[in-house]
Structures are given as structure tokens and as C-alpha cells.
């Protein structure tokens, strides 16, 4: 949500897309008659995230990332660039207190990158690299990025269909960020923040598609 305040301070032209008209809660872009503000978590997970976003992702009301950082500590947001990487984003991926591992399929990563578990580092904390956009726009940031090609992959195998429902996946097992990021807290350990950030996201896509004209909530 800090990202998507920065990319309207400085956008030239407003954000328009289909449901741009609706009345919306400005702390969960949902419209405001279906407001689930009042049911958002206490932050309590130590496991941290980042998001790299697809240009234009942070204002997407149907976006789940903001759900795990509602969930998590420590989180952070950057509008993914190929060439051009923040320098904030450089300095976090090196940072000594971090061991940063990328989420992608291992279908689509080099063998010798991809875990299968979440790696213990003496004094790290782990820190989640989701590569937040559409799954072609995931793929690109995954082959183009050069500054997360050294980082070990680790791949979800979701147990169930997703259950997400808002946007249409290219495979039925492709899960949103919010369900990634519930196996992602089961694979670290924090099974009671997995459970909490579960129940919000079933919350949230209650509401979302209560608020969409013609849905079947």
C-alpha cells in the first residue's frame, strides 16, 4: 500500500481500469460497503517479504500481496525494473540480516537453484522474493532479472486447487500471492500465521466478489 502512495505521487496520469468508478476503502481497496478493515490481522510473522511488482500491479484492488504484508513484520514493495533496480532493492537482497530466496516453479528454474525446503542461516531471517504480476509478467522478471540469479528457488506444490477465483490463472494449480504465501509460512514453520493469513484471504475474496456486479460469492 506505501508503494502504491509513492506511484501516485508521482504518476502523470490517473490509474484507469475496469471498476475505476467504484467507491473504494482507501485501506483495502475494497469497495467501502464491504470494507474488511476491521478484520485485518495483527502483523506477527518473523518470515520476510518482497514483492517486486509488475508496473501497475500495486493499484490493482484484486492484488493479494498487500494481504501477506498485512500478515508479516517485515515487508517490503518495489516496482520491478530489468535495468534499473532500486537501490534500496539491492542494498535489502545484500543486507547480512537476510537470506533471500525467490518463489517461482521449479518447472521453469535450473536444477542446482531449486529447495525444496526453506534454508536455516545462522543469524538470517528468510526473505520471500515474490515476483508479483500476471504469470507472463512473473516469468519475465524470473529470466530477465540478473540481481536474483544467484538465489537458491524455492517451488510451491500446492496441496488443493486455488480458490482464488478473481482473476483467471493460465493452469488450474496456479495459486494467488496470498495462497502462495500461506504455504510459503507452513514451509518456514509459522503454521498459526499461515492459519491467520488463510482466514483473512477467504475474507478477503468474500467480500471482493460481493462487490463485483453478476459474481457468485
Known amino acids: 500500500m506505501a508503494l502504491r502512495l509513492q506511484e501516485l505521487a508521482t504518476s502523470t496520469r490517473p490509474f484507469i481500469t475496469r471498476g475505476s468508478k467504484v467507491v473504494r476503502c482507501e485501506g483495502c481497496l475494497l469497495p467501502q460497503l464491504n ?3 476491521a ?5 506477527s510473522a518473523n518470515s520476510a517479504f ?3 511488482m509488475a508496473k501497475g500491479e500495486c493499484y490493482k484492488p484484486s ?11 517485515h515487508n517490503f514493495a518495489f516496482v520491478w525494473s530489468r535495468t534499473a533496480p532500486q537501490p ?7 543486507s547480512p540480516h537476510y537470506q533471500p530466496i525467490v518463489i517461482f516453479p521449479h518447472e521453469s528454474a535450473p536444477a542446482q537453484r531449486c529447495i525444496s525446503a526453506v534454508p536455516e542461516v545462522m543469524g538470517k531471517t ?14 519475465r522478471m524470473f529470466r530477465k532479472s540478473a540481481y536474483l540469479q544467484a538465489f537458491p528457488v524455492l517451488g ?4 488443493q486447487l486455488s480458490s482464488y477465483a478473481l482473476r483467471e490463472a493460465s493452469h488450474a494449480h496456479q495459486l494467488c500471492t496470498a495462497e502462495v504465501g500461506v504455504e510459503i509460512l507452513k514451509l518456514a514453520g509459522e503454521h498459526a500465521c499461515a492459519a491467520s493469513l488463510q482466514h483473512y484471504f477467504l475474507q478477503f475474496r468474500q467480500q471482493y466478489l460481493k462487490g463485483k456486479p453478476h459474481s457468485k460469492a
Do not use: H, S, Y
Open 126 to 139: 528468510p526473505l520471500f522474493i515474490m515476483l508479483d504480476g500476471t504469470w507472463r509478467e512473473a516469468g
Open 156 to 159: 510451491i506444490q500446492p496441496e
Open 88 to 94: 534500496d532493492l539491492l542494498a535489502l537482497l545484500d
Open 35 to 37: 470494507c474488511i478493515c
Open 39 to 43: 478484520v485485518r490481522p495483527t502483523p
Open 50 to 52: 518482497v514483492f517486486l
Open 63 to 73: 492484488n493479494t500481496g498487500r494481504l501477506i504484508a498485512d500478515v508479516c513484520k
